[in-house]
């Protein structure tokens, strides 16, 4: 592995659970929060059984302290079959018990708290699993009855009602309407063990309002909410076909999705959240068309907050990211809500590895799960530049104003396990598509699911006792926090230094480009309070304006006057001199 020189962690970096207790009391702590997410099945397993699980999370809650993050989002952690990573949900009031009892979720709030950090989880409202109470009686009851009217139950078409009700692909490929022993088809967007809700059910509505209460009274900070655009929908007796739905703009009248009635929904989350001090808070999954639609989830008579994933679906280039961040802060200026950032999570492929892939027509990194689920060779991922670009990327996010979105094992610089045998897979992204249509929309996810490293060796390199729940390459030895942890230029602590420099550096939630610098494949910002952040998406040097280096993702090279030069794919933040 390349390692590459970082600043050391300032020794007078402020204690972080003094100042826990005055950002607890601060309702805008999200803001600009560092967001560190967990995907608990493969973080730490502490009862030794290959999954992950909360007293393995509490195990490591000294290192999340030492990161520095200031809030951490944990995946679904309630009981579930795993048919989609536990986004298939059997009960939302209650703890999976092969990750813990509701008893530990509540030492790991306290934990957590106990050192400053937040705690978010994420909550399923468009579907449910296949094992919910609610649908289990809707498969016990008759047509027409109340427990159906809790989901989207149809009649089939054809003479005996022995075709869907619609030709509609689901999300992950395949049918999404799927028929039950009377004959009737269910609505699922997503794998058939996810039955979608019907939300204009007023059962449904009041039963999310009692999960909101559930998990805030147990003292959660917030709530990412998953497929937030789809919980409203509007299904007319004559259901368009699959090519008509193509068609339809997505503009707040779809059938489907992103439709304006959903923020009826969180305007009644709001208030629940506000029941709360500090308030609880929202992040909105929303894939919807334009940045206006977004706005709507992100603002502060809904949820609050919207993932934004540009950044994520962006080339490693200065103008895309240029373009983005302006585009991104200046919604937030309209919306008053913040920035949202993210390049990595447990949908995508890795961002190291993005970046390191064999360019195509010209452009690095954007391609990344069609082109490993093509089964491109792993030997053609250029991993050193790939890390390169990522560590770059990282440290441009983490400089930008608004939250960062951090994804496990990112601090590691972490690949994607792009070669899990077939039959090792879980995702049902991956077994729904048909082998030559594995492209971005039937991605297979668990390559960036693979349980962590934490150690050089032993069995599943630290994750746990007793092997890993998806199988680890030999190559995770040396991205392991043991062998990352106090060496010097380590991601893990670069990560470290960066995050506890902005911590310190945090300000205004504005930037100003600095055009002397922004200039090819440069970019150069400033924050106020002079923190400065330089980008080079280029191949060549470039000279390292004035001010006192605080954090670098790569070594800074000597140019022939003795100048200090910022190489290709790296990122250097500075402390300008203030006039
Ligand atoms: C988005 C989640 O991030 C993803 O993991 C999940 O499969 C779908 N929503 C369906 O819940």
Redesign the pocket.
Known sequence: MTTHPTSARPSDAPDRSADAAQRGADADWWRQAAVYQIYPRSFADGRGDGMGDFRGIISRVPYLRQLGIDAVWLSPFYPSALA??G?DVDDYRDVDPRIGTLEEFDELVAELHGVGIKLIVDI?P??SSDRHEWFREALESPRGSNARKRYIFRDGRGENGQLPPADWTS?FGGRAWTQVPDGQWYLHS?AKE?PDFNWGHPEVREDFLRTLRFWSDRGVDGFRI??AHGLSKDLAEDLPSAAELEEIPKDGNHPLWDRDEVHEIYAEWRKVFDEYDPPRIGVA?AWVETAQRRAKYASPKGLGQAFSFDLLEADFEAEDFRRIVSDNLAQSAETGSSSTWVLS???VVRHATRYGLPPRDGRPGKQGADWIMAGGPEDEIDRDLGLRRARAATLFELALPGSAYLYQGEELGLHEVADIPDDQRQDP?FWRSAPGDRGQDGLG?DGCRVPLPWTRDGSSFGFGEDGSHLPQPDWFAEYSVEAEEGLEGSTLEMYRAALSRRRELQTDETLTWDEELCRGEVLGFERPGGWLNVTNFGDSPVAVPEGDVLVTSAELESGPDGQRMLPGAATVWLRRPQR
Do not use: K, M
């Open positions: 989609d990573g986004y399923v468009n579907h999300v997503f996810q998953d497929v999954e999570n447990h949908d992204a996810r």
